[in-house]
């Protein structure tokens, strides 16, 4: 299983950019999708998560980040709306996933993205 991210890039504050997240190889189902952050010098942060159709955020991006999905694609999305300085990251795409229907549950990473908002 591959994940590939797209999407990141250098914007100004309060734009928006539009992260995805592609998993192809063999996949039976996908338990929940996550983004994760790393700013410079700090611990990766738990952004964005969505599983069976319930999500969740950060308190630091709710209301200005969304996060959706693709069935049919095994793709994840991030919305992100009125970036601010503080969401300059790298961020990274994580996918809980079976590639059998009785197997367990796996986790893959993306490779990361980097996302920069400065004036």
């Known amino acids: 299983v591959q994940l590939q991210a797209s999407g990141g890039g250098l914007v100004q504050p309060g734009w928006s950019l539009r992260l995805s997240c592609a998993a192809s190889?063999?996949?039976?189902?996908?338990?929940?999708m996550r983004w994760y952050r790393q700013a410079p010098g700090k611990q990766r942060e738990l952004v964005a998560t969505?599983?069976?159709?319930?999500?969740n955020y950060a308190d630091s991006v709710k209301g200005r980040f969304t996060i959706f999905r693709d069935n049919a694609k095994n793709t994840v999305y991030l919305q992100m709306n009125s970036l601010k300085p503080e969401d300059t990251a790298v961020y990274y795409c994580?996918?809980?996933?079976?590639?059998?229907?009785?197997?367990?549950?796996?986790?893959?990473w993306g490779q990361g993205t980097l996302v920069t908002v400065s004036s």
């Open positions: 969505i599983s069976s159709g319930d999500t």
């Open positions: 190889g063999s996949i039976f189902s996908i338990n929940a």
């Open positions: 994580n996918l809980l996933l079976t590639r059998t229907r009785t197997g367990p549950v796996y986790s893959y």
